[in-house]
């Protein structure tokens, strides 16, 4: 079965961002986790860390097809904490991601819907400090050549922005290339004419590389 591309968040990395309003202070967390487990370590992580907070609202989307959800009011009204969170999480079309929102209530009650519009922006605000990437399928194709042929396969990898993830100097040079994979047909026939057909390849494995996208 081939892999299905998605957007989630930078791996090994997390991302904040704070928001005041009426006295209360609101700091968002977000990071990429691949499962329940992840996410739930994180979050007690941060209520460690927040323990004096009032609130640590959280919400996650998990699974390629973002088929887990879950989100946690942490004792605010139901609705206004970790739906918003959750619903911030869906309109950017990420998954296995987590967004942790604590409060810091500043004693000024924000009602209802300011309360939703306050999570909701947090969560918002947190996404846009963060590097989110697409995770794309990438066939690994291995080239094999001649050294007089190098100089101008790597001209034309360059020209042609291909991701060289190996490059093997011994009797012959080969080259670990990443390809999309409906582009593997035409790559490989491009190879041919500007070798003459003379060279080897081998398909290998088809992985997911992490290409980071700037939202705007």
């Known amino acids: 079965m081939s892999l299905k591309k998605y957007k989630t968040i930078a791996a090994d990395e997390v991302f904040e961002a704070e928001y005041e309003i009426n006295k209360s202070k609101f700091i968002a967390h977000v ?26 609202c959280s919400a996650w989307v998990l699974g ?75 066939q690994q194709i291995a080239i094999k050549i001649n050294y007089n042929l190098l100089a101008s396969i790597e001209n034309w990898i360059r020209r042609q922005n291909i991701t060289v993830e190996g490059i093997d100097y011994a009797e012959n040079v080969v080259l670990t290339l990443l390809i999309e994979p409906e582009k593997s047909d035409k790559i490989l026939a491009e190879i041919t004419d500007l070798t003459a057909a003379n060279f080897e390849h081998e398909i290998l494995n088809e992985i997911l590389v992490a290409v980071e996208r700037k939202e705007t």
């Open 31 to 56: 990071k990429q986790v691949e499962d329940e487990e992840s996410a739930k370590t994180f979050l007690q992580q941060l209520k460690k860390k927040y323990f004096d907070a009032t609130h640590n």
């Open 64 to 138: 390629v097809d973002g088929s887990k959800q879950k989100s946690n009011d942490d004792g605010e009204p139901g609705g206004t904490a970790g739906n918003p969170i959750l619903e911030t999480i869906k309109k950017n079309d990420l998954v296995n991601t987590i967004v942790v929102v604590t409060r810091y209530f500043g004693g000024i009650k924000l009602g209802a819907g300011g309360l939703i519009r306050a999570y909701s922006h947090t969560a918002a605000l947190g996404l846009t400090a963060s590097k989110i990437v697409t995770m794309t399928p990438m």
